[in-house]
């Protein structure tokens, strides 16, 4: 083998330089510690009021809904109709509803109901939704058309006239009928989202160097991939979790969610809603604590969709 | 002969019809050898490479003749589970853009380690050291520290020496380096080639050097083949092609790079512009542009001939054109 030329035939302009010390010029910054896009997106988030403040009303809102018995003692299902419609008073600061129950101690009680529907069927959603949307893009060609095709049939459905014919026929007062609803029709929303994602990233470089340099097709969609895809999903699920919650209300509220004596804000704003007039307290706290839960949800996916975007750093 | 390709073809279909890509192409490469492919954009060169390496996305594309031979066996007819384990263990590729070829969540030493956990199934903990022993190799201070470092932590030289450091890892017979230098500053695109050239003549590497800059093709590569609409129109060993290239359109890339000898004059450019790969002309794919182009190129398609000392041109007339 010939050495190879250091000059050049045709006069072409070469730059050939004696050796450079390899550390000069060319280093990057050592003064900062090194940091993912997770790391940084934390970094980011602990200096953010709206994730601070939402993150602390979420924190609270578990809080209770672990231990309702911590700052509410009273049984929520024990009622005196003797006191039906009652306002507030000492030691009942939110008065009393329709049947008599203490409303501090229900609304307290219905955080437990809206925080397990919210996670479950978030959780359904995002892993059911992810799964299939990342195939759908991954493998593409008519796995992608059959699956995108059957997420539009039930992206098509009206929740609530789905909801109030597919939930009216079953019976019992469990959860578990209602998150699978939630499930079943939230599905495609995230598997638009991970399937496009996963598109996005599915043409980048790394992963055709990643084939280059041999790694099979489920290591690139498991390494390279998804990790690089999750961040939308998990941004639009956080938003999506509180507005599980208000759909759960909506569902109870229409009489074919959750049942009493299930204690749940849905089922509370619907049995006060006829006294809306004469007693407003029966409606406002159970009310008011949906509209927070659910602000405080969608405050936080906005604030970890900003720490994730990168195009905004 | 390490590699040899044999009148491969790639087509891609699109909306507008089909577009041949790549049209005919052999060439090989001997056993730490360095071979350019020189050419345009569009001109089929990467391509070729992302065929040889078995990465091409089918469909679109679609590989409608030719062989790919590495070392005796036809990768193209390998079952693809065979193939993989040959991409990064023996023959591996280094990308254009450092940054975006390397996975933004995951550290640089991660990656690297990759390589031996993967294809040699080492343990995290050792590959973590060989990881750390190749990034002093290519040259990366204090490496030891800067393992845990994520890609964009880095310059754009010192990515590319963890590209090399990866194609590198597991000692290939066959490197393909598509445009390595392309997205660096001219001072660190020197370093970058004088690492690959020392690392390549310590191992007896073979190269395939896939750039469309005549400086760096001058001082790098043993042999040069030129590609123009899916085509190679000129092979030659280096000296050779510089000194008295047998193809018009050599002849025009090399006249339209700027010399220190004719400072202050106009440079040349080659009139016209690429074909569109959907309509490539009829006969020889260049006539259009060719200042010595005659009635027999608008018909006849020219073959490759052989101009002697190692040498080939597809050109009627590469005599007079060699005789300048």
């Known amino acids: ?313 | 002969m390490l590699l040899e390709v044999r009148d491969l073809s790639v087509e891609f279909r699109t909306r507008d019809g089909i577009a041949r890509a790549v049209n005919g192409v052999g060439f090989g490469v001997d056993a730490g050898e360095t071979l350019a492919v020189l050419g345009e954009s569009g001109s089929g060169k990467s391509v070729t490479a992302q065929a040889v390496m078995g990465i091409l996305d089918t469909p679109p594309a679609r590989i409608s003749a030719g062989e790919v031979l590495f070392r005796g066996r036809d990768l193209l007819t390998l079952p693809e589970e065979r193939r993989r384990g040959i991409r990064g263990a023996e023959m591996a590729m280094i990308f254009q853009d450092a940054l975006s070829s390397l996975n933004p969540v995951l550290s640089v030493g991660a990656q690297l380690g990759e390589m031996f956990t993967v294809h040699r199934g080492m343990s995290r903990k050792r590959a973590r050291a060989k990881a750390i022993e190749l990034m002093d190799r290519v040259g990366i201070p204090a490496a030891e520290d800067r393992a845990g470092d994520y890609p964009h932590q880095f310059s754009g030289g010192m990515r590319q020496r963890v590209m090399i450091a990866m194609a590198l890892a597991l000692e290939p017979a066959l490197i393909i380096a598509d445009e390595p230098t392309t997205a660096l500053d001219v001072t660190v695109q020197a370093q970058i080639m004088d690492l690959l050239a020392e690392l390549r003549r310590e191992l007896d590497t073979a190269l395939i050097l896939i750039t469309h800059d005549l400086g760096v093709v001058a001082d790098a590569a043993d042999r040069i083949a030129v590609m123009y609409a899916g085509r190679i129109v000129e092979t030659a060993p280096v000296r050779a092609l510089y000194k008295a290239p047998a193809h018009p359109y050599t002849r025009g890339l090399l006249d339209s790079v700027p010399r220190l000898d004719r400072k202050g004059r106009e440079l040349y450019a080659i009139k016209g512009l690429p074909p569109n790969p959907l309509r490539v002309p009829s006969g020889c794919a260049f006539h259009p542009r060719c200042p010595v182009a005659r009635d027999i190129c608008r018909t006849d398609e020219p073959p490759l001939f052989d101009a002697g000392e190692g040498r080939h041109s597809a050109c009627h007339f590469w005599r007079e054109t060699l005789d300048g």
């Open chain 1, 1 to 313: 083998m010939p050495e190879p030329q250091r000059t050049c035939p045709a006069g072409a302009v070469v730059a050939t330089l004696e050796k450079p010390p390899a550390h000069l010029g060319d280093g990057a910054s050592t003064a900062r510690k090194p940091r993912g896009l997770w790391s940084d997106a934390w970094h980011d988030l602990r200096r953010n009021p709206v994730f601070v403040v939402s993150a602390l009303v979420i924190l609270f809102l578990l809080a209770i809904a672990a231990w309702p018995s911590l700052i509410a003692s009273r049984n929520p299902l024990s009622c005196d109709l003797a006191l039906a419609q009652e306002g507030a008073r000492p030691g009942h600061p939110f008065g009393f509803n329709g049947q008599g129950c203490d409303v501090y101690t229900r609304t307290v009680h219905g955080a437990r109901t809206s925080v397990v529907v919210g996670v479950l069927a978030t959780l359904g959603v995002a892993v059911t939704g992810s799964v299939l949307g990342a195939l759908a893009g991954f493998f593409g060609g008519a796995w992608d058309a059959v699956l995108s095709r059957i997420g539009d049939v039930f992206f098509g459905i009206p929740v609530v006239l789905g909801g109030l014919v597919l939930l009216s026929v079953v019976s019992g007062s469990t959860v578990w009928p209602v998150i699978g609803f939630m499930v079943l029709l939230g599905w495609p929303q995230i598997s638009r989202i991970a399937r496009g994602s996963v598109i996005t990233v599915k043409q980048n470089d790394y992963v055709q160097a990643a084939r280059a340099l041999g790694a099979s097709p489920a290591r690139i969609l498991l390494r390279h991939i998804l990790p690089n895809a999750v961040a939308p999903v998990i941004v639009v699920a956080t938003i999506a979790l509180g507005t599980f919650i208000a759909l759960e209300a909506t569902l109870s509220y229409l009489g074919v969610g959750l049942k009493p004596p299930t204690v749940s804000w849905g089922i509370d704003i619907s049995d006060a809603s006829p006294y809306i007039r004469n007693s407003p307290h029966m409606l406002l706290w159970p009310a008011g604590a949906l509209a927070v839960t659910v602000l405080a949800f969608i405050m936080l996916g906005d604030a970890v969709r900003d720490a994730l975007d990168p195009k905004l750093r």
